[in-house]
Each structure stands twice: as C-alpha cells, then as structure tokens.
C-alpha cells in the first residue's frame, strides 16, 4: 500500500495525518505550534508531528510516497517555507518545510507540495463533499478571511501561494475601518472574526444606544455579536452591515473566479450557519452580472486543511 503525509500548520496547533491513495486519512498527530524562538523551533515541531503520526499509523517515514503541507503565513515557494509568520511571532524569522520534510520522509523535494491553508482547504472540501465540481472557491470566514479556488478542476496557487488573499479587498472604499495589513476598507477589517468586535465599537461609539452586547467587557468578541443576532437591535444592525459587506466581498469572489459552487467555511461561519452563510445565500443572486452558484456550508469544519494537505500529496496518477 502506498502511504502519504498532509500537514496542516497553523498558529496554535501543528496537525499531521497519514493516509492512502484515496485520501482516507488512517492516522493523525498533533502538537500546539512553538511560539518560536526561531524558524527551527516550529520546523521541528512539524517534523516531530509527522513522526508520530507516521509512528501512530505504523508507517515507516521513509516508506512514505509524497506529503503535502498547508500552512498559515506568508510562504516562499521557491524556499519551500514560511517567509514569515506573524501570526506566531514577529521575529520567527523563515520556517523551512519542504527541505526538512524532504529529507524526514526520503523523498526528491518535488513530492512536497506546500500551499496555502485556504488553497489546501479547497482541495479539502472538493475532494470530500463535491468531486465532480470543476469550479469552486472555498470561502473562510475565522480570525481573518480568504479564499482558496479550483478553477477548471485545478488548485489555483498564483505567485508564492497568494492567490486568494480575498480578505484584502476593498469592500467601504469610504474606509472607516483598518486592516491588520495598515490599510482601509479592506473586508477583513470588517468581518473577520477579529474584527467584528473592532466594527462593533466603532458603530457604537458614533451613535451610543442601549445594548445588551457587552462591548465594554475585556473578552468581548465576535460571537457576543452573533449570540445576541435576533433579540438586541444594535446587534441586528452590525450584523446587517457585516451581512451587506459579506455579500458584497463574496460577490466581488463570484465575478472574478466565476465557481459553481461557493463553500463557506471558517468559524464565524460554521458558528452561525444562518446568520453568516444563509443572507449570503439569499442576498448574493441580486448582486451578479454571472449565474449564481450554490451557496453552501463547509463539512470539513477545522479538518479541511488537513484533508486537503494529504489530498495534495498524492499524485494524480497514483489517485484511484
Ligand atoms: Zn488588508
């Protein structure tokens, strides 16, 4: 039997699978991410992970025939790494992954395939829940947001894995609101999970009323929004310009890939499947030049990375 690795890096957890040919994971490991100190730290945690999950599915790693990695940050394909990641820390300087792994599980450095998480989720969700669809963009929703596109039934990857990075478009031209990335009127810097409770202030503080959504608490965030959607009118109205703002990011998304299917998925979103997912359902046909394409919830939830990072890692030819 042949035997793969997909790797999902992300700032709090470092997750490894092994599978087979046809995807189906057989084992998984997993490690919290070292906040540092250097690159070396974090590239160790990985190669750590997949040895025990290599260990964990009784695989020797050199028995190994490709590995596939996602991760979060921005990457540097020809490097093979995390060119920086300041999600983990400021200072981590490089993570070196492709090399590393490489060598861990014996194999030419072309049988390493290092994505995007979101490309890798793409990959995920089409593999898993919709394979005979040849246009599809997987829409994340969670501390940030993005994007990872099948086009014509390939991965989209553009330069260094940045294809997708939907979350910096520019959505309130007016600006009101800044990014993480510096600038304004960016869709994340509205409705990102982070975020949110950012926007919710600051429509509070231009017009103060009397709300039940504790916006002065330490530890407020964007699920107070959300758990006070229906019975709180000043939550009703930063959920209804989040909605409006969602629709109109997810519309920009339509035009420019033009996918059959839209899966939505991230934890605001897979959270508040009809707060979130269901208006941009409903509301995105009225805001397209192109035919609408189904609107629908993620099923992988945090594991489509994962998933897709495996998926990734198995040659075509070798898929059954
Ligand atoms: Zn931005």
Redesign the pocket.
């Given at each position: 039997m042949m035997h793969f690795v997909g790797v999902d890096l992300g700032a709090s957890n470092v997750r490894a699978a092994v599978g087979d040919r046809t995807g189906e994971i057989r084992a998984t490991a997993r490690a919290r991410t070292p906040a540092g100190p250097t690159g070396a730290a974090v590239t160790d945690a990985v190669r750590e992970v997949v040895t025990a999950a290599c260990s964990s599915a009784d695989v020797d790693p050199t028995d190994v025939a490709g590995a596939g990695v996602a991760s979060m940050g921005r990457l540097d394909l020809a490097a093979g790494a995390v060119a920086s990641a300041p999600n983990v820390d400021a200072d981590v300087g490089p993570i070196r992954l492709v090399g590393p792994l490489a060598s861990l599980l014996d194999l030419d450095r072309d049988a390493v395939t290092l994505r995007s998480d979101t490309q890798a989720g793409a990959v995920g969700e089409r593999f898993h829940a919709h394979p005979d669809v040849e246009d599809l963009v997987y829409l994340t929703i969670s501390s940030g947001i993005g994007a990872g596109v099948i086009a014509d039934g390939e991965p989209l990857t553009g330069r260094d894995a940045n294809a997708g990075e939907v979350?910096?478009i520019t959505i309130a031209p007016e600006g009101g609101m800044t990014?993480?990335?510096?600038?304004e009127g960016?869709w994340?810097?509205y409705c990102s999970g982070n975020n949110v409770p950012r926007f919710a202030r600051a429509l509070h503080e231009r017009d103060p009323v009397d709300t039940a959504v504790p916006l002065a608490d330490e530890g407020f965030d964007a699920a107070d929004v959300y758990a006070h959607a229906g019975t709180d009118a000043f939550a009703d109205r930063v959920l209804e310009r989040v909605t409006a703002l969602n629709v109109r990011g997810a519309a920009a998304v339509v035009h420019a890939y033009a996918p059959r299917v839209l899966v939505v998925g991230g934890a605001v979103a897979t959270n508040n499947p009809e707060t979130v997912v269901e208006p941009i359902r409903r509301r995105l046909p009225g805001e397209l030049v192109v035919d609408a394409p189904e609107v629908t919830l993620a099923e992988l939830g945090d594991d489509a990375a994962l998933a897709g990072a495996l998926v990734l890692a198995i040659p075509d030819a070798d898929r059954p």
């Open positions: 979350g910096h990014c993480g990335c510096g600038r960016h994340e810097a």
